[in-house]
């Protein structure tokens, strides 16, 4: 059975960077591809970023990209999420999701595993 387990979560003032984690067991990254969503009070899971089974592209959504890098580390089958500059509007939780390799990376529903979520505030 896959599990995904997010850490690295918690509150941090505008400006800020914090960096999640994603521990995968029950099968290597190497054939998943991989994303980070986010869920704030009252909306939707958004997508945030992603990155390709074969580890040689990634994705961004428009409101984070140039302050978040999404990367994985192979040899401890984790996947991260750098995230800079944060903003208050950055606020909310943060899940990693597993998905046999797909074309739609921004959509939830291509996405077939789901870790429990990290929470992220970030202050003004």
């Known amino acids: 059975q896959v599990q995904l387990v997010e850490s690295g979560g918690g509150l941090v003032q505008a400006g800020g960077s914090l960096r999640l984690s994603c521990a995968v067991s029950g099968r290597t990254i190497g054939s998943y591809d991989m994303g980070w969503f986010r869920q704030a009070p009252g909306k939707e899971r958004d997508f945030a970023a992603g990155?390709?089974?074969?580890?040689?592209?990634?994705y961004y959504g428009d409101s984070v990209k140039g302050r978040f890098s999404i990367s994985r580390d192979i040899a401890k089958n984790t996947v991260f999420l750098q995230m800079n500059t944060l903003k208050p509007e950055d606020t909310a939780v943060y899940y990693c999701?597993?998905?046999?390799?797909?074309?739609?990376?921004?959509?939830?529903?291509?996405?077939?595993?789901w870790g429990q979520g990290t929470q992220v505030t970030v202050s003004s």
């Open positions: 999701a597993a998905a046999e390799p797909t074309t739609n990376w921004d959509l939830s529903k291509s996405y077939d595993t």
């Open positions: 990155i390709s089974w074969t580890g040689d592209r990634t």
